[in-house]
């Protein structure tokens, strides 16, 4: 943000947008992303490389390290952008990357030319590195990484910092398991891989930001849900008459409505008040909420719009399907809610 | 002379604010949930009135302050945190902006200073027995005779009317149109003859709204805002800045505030299925605040607010009552107490969850207001 204006972000965030409609295509179709379900890592390399081609794996990359130092409410429009589209491609996982290493962020994987992903958690929702660090070589398990498969790039945050470890180095095991949306999430086991450590101060920051740009992927995906059922509401018609009329449905379709403009004030909220300089223990209660909201909302949205599709809901053709399953996959891949609501009752003593 | 409140920074008319209510403040209960009467109420509305700080959003020239949408918010912000009683509010909020904006100068002339000098309190008669969400179905009606209107009928959940001696009402004046276009807009002294009230008990055992009768009363034609049958268009046309401050999420902020004095008391402050709930209503007040901090951006900013700043409301008042359920289990058999606790007001669970009642019911029903937000913010068939 230095010496940037005040307004510079609305400016960066259409440019970004306008940009990444390379990936998101502007007229909703999701043939694509129906295409590479279960298609390997369930995600298309040369998009990746798109991706990075467009410069957006630099956005967290400060200034002084050669990135573009843009703030998190541009990372949040550019995420909320790709969960609309449900965009397989783990490239909130390689920005994240690209902010915890910064100077040592691998031009290959800068450029899209490599695909990096970020092991964080050695058990769900976590940053307690339980693995050892000893003489260069890294020995533990990282677990809850999408994309990962499909990777030839791994950034994984230990107690000493950051490394960057090749898919294929000596040592490491990728622990490979389906998930819904027709992709893969890994467990990772490294015994005594060589790797240099990337000394990271800030990776607690670091994690609060991807969780943050994740809620915002989330209320991107409970939008998209939600259009696609009112769209639905207001064709479909039942004795005589579109199914929307009907008031039941009508104040359903309302909470969902609340719900979601919930999760976006509080993303874009959060978002303004980092970029602006949050307190470390506003920071944390806040994406903290954020996550809890985008979960919640995801879930919530994705399940009554099945509900409110019928029997279509229930069928793989129907694309409403495609939002249920990203959101079970997602929804919880940053920590279980209950886990996140300990950790905040652990903050109440200290509030205000 | 009436300082120039915008020409002052906004922390100084902060400071002017706090200052005068913590000086000025009488000797009557802060942060009450119920409605004061005005016998208890009327100092404080005398030394709002004096200081010239009750009308804040009238124009200088009418004895108002003229603010801004941000400095209006900073003072609400003052009396609240303070906890400061709502005053008989209905003429300043409610009846000046109407006669400000389809009031004839004679009547802004002669109603407004008594407004502002507390001869008129004001109540408002919208409701009938069977005109209540359905407004637009009252039957109270006004037919012209000779110089009068001549009005039968009845209103009710007139609150506070007990107190008032003016009532503003929307009577029927043609029976053979549209309803919406049948109604217009009257004043009514509450001691002409044949009017007559009626107390109505709430849950709590008082008497905060009434009912009110009008048997052949006579008013002159002046009494009329607007032109005839103009009422259902005036009645809807205001209450900008009103709907968006009833849903800030400060009565659940306080209810939650209330809520942690209780379990500390009861022992379960530190109970982990307590907190679990705790924090997952202390989420929604934040995200409630971050959504309502949007709408008082759009205020400041001057843009139109629309329809879809009803979703403040639903979920501000809905939140309020999940509150007020968990109040209620942490309290145990104390839930059912008609007193406050050993005196403390904060400890008094029935009273919270009493409150909680009618925020889903007035000022538009949630089911209502649902209603309107599917069609015209969610564009979905009638």
Redesign the interface.
């Given at each position: 943000m230095t010496g940037a204006g005040m307004d510079d972000w609305i400016d960066n965030s259409r440019m970004i947008l306008d940009s990444a409609r390379a990936i998101v295509p502007a007229d909703g179709s999701l043939a694509r992303i129906r295409g590479l379900r279960g298609q390997g890592p369930g995600f298309d390399p040369a998009m990746v490389a798109e991706a990075g081609g467009l410069g957006l794996y630099l956005m967290r990359v400060p200034e002084a390290a050669g990135g573009l130092g843009l703030g998190l409410r541009e990372t949040c429009a550019l995420m909320r952008l790709l969960g609309e589209g449900l965009v397989p491609e783990p490239i909130g996982a390689t920005i994240m990357a690209g902010a915890l290493l910064a100077e040592a962020f691998p031009e290959q994987a800068a450029n899209g030319d490599a695909v990096m992903v970020t092991a964080w958690q050695d058990s769900p929702g976590t940053l307690d590195w339980q693995g050892g660090a000893v003489g260069g070589r890294l020995s533990g398990r990282k677990c809850a990484i999408p994309g990962a498969g499909g990777a030839d790039l791994i950034a994984v945050l230990t107690g000493a910092g950051v490394a960057v470890v090749p898919r294929d180095a000596p040592g490491v095991t990728l622990h490979l398991e389906e998930t819904l949306d027709g992709g893969q999430m890994a467990t990772l086991q490294l015994d005594g891989v060589r790797a240099d450590l990337h000394p990271c101060p800030g990776a607690q920051a670091v994690v609060q930001d991807a969780a943050l740009a994740h809620a915002a992927y989330l209320l991107g995906l409970s939008e998209r849900a939600f259009a696609l059922t009112?769209d639905y509401?207001?064709i479909r018609e039942q004795f005589g008459?579109?199914i929307?009329?009907f008031?039941a449905?009508?104040?359903r379709?309302?909470?969902l409505?609340?719900r979601i403009?919930?999760?976006r004030?509080?993303v874009?909220?959060?978002a303004a008040r980092i970029d602006l300089g949050a307190d470390p223990t506003l920071r944390a209660?806040?994406t903290d909420?954020c996550l809890?909201?985008g979960a919640e909302t995801a879930l919530l949205v994705s399940r009554e719009a099945v509900q409110m599709h019928g029997a279509m809901g229930i069928t793989d053709e129907a694309d409403i399907g495609l939002f249920v399953r990203k959101a079970m996959t997602l929804a919880h891949l940053f920590g279980a809610p209950?886990a996140i609501?300990?950790r905040?009752?652990q903050g109440?003593e200290t509030a205000a | 002379m009436t300082p120039d409140y915008t020409a002052m920074s906004d922390a100084e008319f902060r400071a002017l604010i706090r200052d005068f209510v913590e000086t000025e403040y009488p000797d009557i209960p802060r942060f009450p949930l119920e409605r004061l009467h005005w016998d208890v109420v009327k100092p404080w509305y005398l030394k709002l009135s004096q200081r010239g700080f009750l009308c804040p959003t009238w124009p200088v020239d009418r004895g108002g302050m003229g603010l801004t949408a941000a400095k209006h918010l900073i003072m609400v912000e003052e009396l609240e945190r303070f906890g400061a009683a709502r005053v008989h509010d209905i003429g300043p909020v409610m009846l000046g902006p109407l006669l400000l904006k389809y009031g004839t100068e004679a009547q802004k002339d002669h109603f407004l200073p008594r407004i502002l000098s507390g001869e008129h309190v004001w109540a408002q008669g919208y409701s009938e027995p069977g005109a209540g969400s359905d407004l637009a179905a009252v039957r109270c009606e006004a037919v012209q005779q000779g110089e009068d209107w001549v009005i039968n009928g009845q209103k009710t959940w007139t609150t506070l009317g007990m107190d008032a001696n003016w009532i503003f009402i929307l009577a029927r004046t043609d029976k053979t149109v549209k309803k919406q276009a049948g109604i217009s807009f009257l004043l009514v002294p509450m001691d002409a003859p044949g009017v007559s009230t009626r107390n109505i008990l709430n849950l709590s055992g008082e008497a905060e709204f009434c009912e009110v009768f009008f048997d052949d009363v006579r008013v002159p034609l002046d009494h009329i805002v607007g032109e005839v049958n103009q009422g259902w268009t005036a009645a809807k046309a205001l209450l900008g800045h009103e709907r968006v401050f009833i849903g800030a999420p400060r009565l659940s902020a306080s209810a939650l505030a209330r809520l942690e004095h209780l379990a500390r008391h009861m022992g379960q402050w530190s109970d982990p299925v307590f907190r679990d709930r705790f924090v997952a209503l202390r989420c929604d007040v934040l995200d409630l605040g971050d959504l309502f901090q949007t709408y008082l951006d759009r205020l400041r900013d001057g843009t139109e607010i629309g329809a879809d700043v009803a979703m403040l409301k639903v979920f501000q008042s809905e939140l309020y009552q999940r509150i007020s359920d968990l109040t209620m289990e942490v309290a145990g058999p104390a839930s059912g107490l008609r007193h406050p606790p050993q005196g403390d007001r904060r400890l008094h669970a029935a009273a919270t969850y009493l409150s909680a009642r009618p925020v889903t019911i007035f000022g538009g029903s949630t089911e209502i207001l649902r209603n309107v937000l599917a069609r015209a913010v969610l564009g979905l068939p009638g």
């Open positions: 009112l509401l207001r008459r579109p929307g009329s008031q449905l009508q104040h379709a309302t909470d409505k609340i403009e919930l999760l004030a509080a874009e909220a959060t209660r806040d909420r809890l909201r209950a609501r300990a905040l009752a109440l | -």
